[in-house]
């Protein structure tokens, strides 16, 4: 009677209760879905979004210098106009990569109310 649950109760019978472990384990694991999602988010993939939303944030921040390097020619602040728009170009680029990963939602956008479909119609 190898193999039987009286024998698995047993001190010495690890392989039984490892047996029955694995199979408890199996039951439980959750099924691998059938879409490849890790090779969509690797490799180049994340590449090319690490580097869209850096050049979105240097973008905001060359603007806003830009702008306060002007202001500043123009009516002769200087520096106070460079200093007042790198930091807002600063604040605009943190913006930008927040709305781009999806954190913020674009400015006057309206969440769809329950029950509604993706199309907006009931």
């Not at 580097?51 to 210098?65: H, M, Q, W």
């Not at 009516?75 to 930008?96: C, D, E, K």
């Not at 999806?102 to 509604?116: E, H, L, N």
């Amino acid at each position: 009677m190898e193999g039987t649950v009286a024998d698995r109760d047993k001190p010495g019978d690890l392989d039984g209760r490892r047996r029955t472990l694995e199979a408890a384990l199996a039951a439980r694991k959750p099924a691998e879905p059938e879409s490849d999602e890790r090779a969509k988010t690797g490799g180049a993939g994340g590449f090319a979004n690490a580097l869209r939303l850096s050049s979105e944030f240097i973008a905001g921040i060359v603007v806003g210098a830009a702008l306060g390097w002007f202001i500043d020619e123009m009516a002769g602040t200087s520096p106070w106009g460079l200093i007042i728009f790198l930091l807002l170009g600063f604040g605009a680029g943190i913006v930008n990569v927040l709305r781009s990963a999806g954190q913020v939602a674009d400015f006057g956008a309206t969440p769809p109310k329950k029950g509604d479909d993706e199309d907006g119609k009931d």
